[in-house]
Nanobody
Framework: VQLVESGGGSVQVGGSLTLSCEAS????????MAWFRQAPGKEREGVAR???????TYYADSVNGRFTISQDNANTVCLQMNGLKPEDTAMYYC???????????????????WGQGTQVTVS
């Protein structure tokens, strides 16, 4: 299983970016896909999650109303980010698992597969 993120970059405050996570060896159509982010010196935190079977989504309070997670096709999940703020600057990671083990969606331990990350810088 391989997850590859793309779409990161530098953007001005208030701008938008769309991140993509393409999976190989794994169907995103059944399971749980999430985006996490990690800023320098900080813990990795959950940003958004989608249960691709039901379409249910969850968001961190800090991004709710600005970010949207969606399944683009059978192998790709996207994160549309609008109204970007300097505090959104971080490395963004895609995570996935076929099963849900209970607990918080934003618990890193819930996800078996991880991508290498894509950098988002807002200034």
């Amino acid at each position: 299983v391989q997850l590859v993120e793309s779409g990161g970059g530098s953007v001005q405050v208030g701008g938008s970016l769309t991140l993509s996570c393409e999976a190989s060896g794994y169907s995103v159509s059944k399971g749980y896909m999430a985006w996490f982010r990690q800023a320098p010196g900080k813990e990795r935190e959950g940003v958004a999650r989608i249960a691709t079977g039901s379409g249910n989504t969850y968001y961190a309070d800090s991004v709710n109303g600005r970010f949207t997670i969606s399944q683009d096709n059978a192998n790709t999940v996207c994160l549309q980010m609008n109204g970007l703020k300097p505090e959104d600057t971080a490395m963004y990671y895609c995570a996935a698992d076929r099963y849900w083990y209970g607990g918080s969606w934003s618990d890193k331990g819930q996800y078996t597969y991880w991508g290498q990350g894509t950098q988002v810088t807002v200034s």
